[in-house]
């Protein structure tokens, strides 16, 4: 198996754009149940726990990747400085380093601000829409995220 394959950066930011747009829905849904990870409905244990706090960490990598990318990309997502897709980029990107943190101290930021079902509401329509948005601009820029 050739590994530089899959290692290129173009595939990277495609696996890590790709784990972050599913990472918004279902954080998206978790909030909108109370702030439970989804997973923890189907399961519980010690090997339900390790998975979810190595999907929190693989998280906080993919964010923290797709910040450097579009830091080396001269602050450019999807070829341009678009106010409103920066500010959807940036609700991913906090959202992966929060979970990341998360898995990595088990303590998760967000949840400690607040657990008002009101406002995990309210983030969960911004995760969703901040997904939609960031989905909408790759399919426009030919499946490209950074140039």
């Given at each position: 198996m050739n590994l530089k394959k899959y290692t290129t950066k173009k595939n990277l930011d495609k696996y890590a754009f790709f784990w972050s747009e599913a990472r918004l829905v279902l954080a998206a849904l978790a909030l909108?149940?109370?702030?439970?990870p989804i997973i923890l409905f189907f399961g519980s244990g010690m090997f339900v726990s390790s998975i979810l706090n190595l999907s929190w960490v693989i998280s906080g990598i993919a964010a923290l990747y797709l910040l450097?990318?579009?830091n080396a990309n001269h602050k450019k997502i999807f070829g341009k400085k678009d106010a409103k897709t920066n500010f959807a980029f940036f609700?991913?990107?906090v959202s992966g380093i929060n979970l990341g943190i998360a898995g990595i101290l088990a303590n998760n930021i967000g949840m400690l601000i607040s657990s008002?079902?009101?406002i995990f509401f309210v983030v969960g329509i911004l995760y969703l829409w901040s997904a939609r948005q960031l989905f909408v601009e790759f399919k426009q820029n030919e499946k490209r995220i950074f140039n």
């Open positions: 909108f149940f109370g702030g439970k450097y990318r579009w609700v991913s990107v008002n079902r009101l």
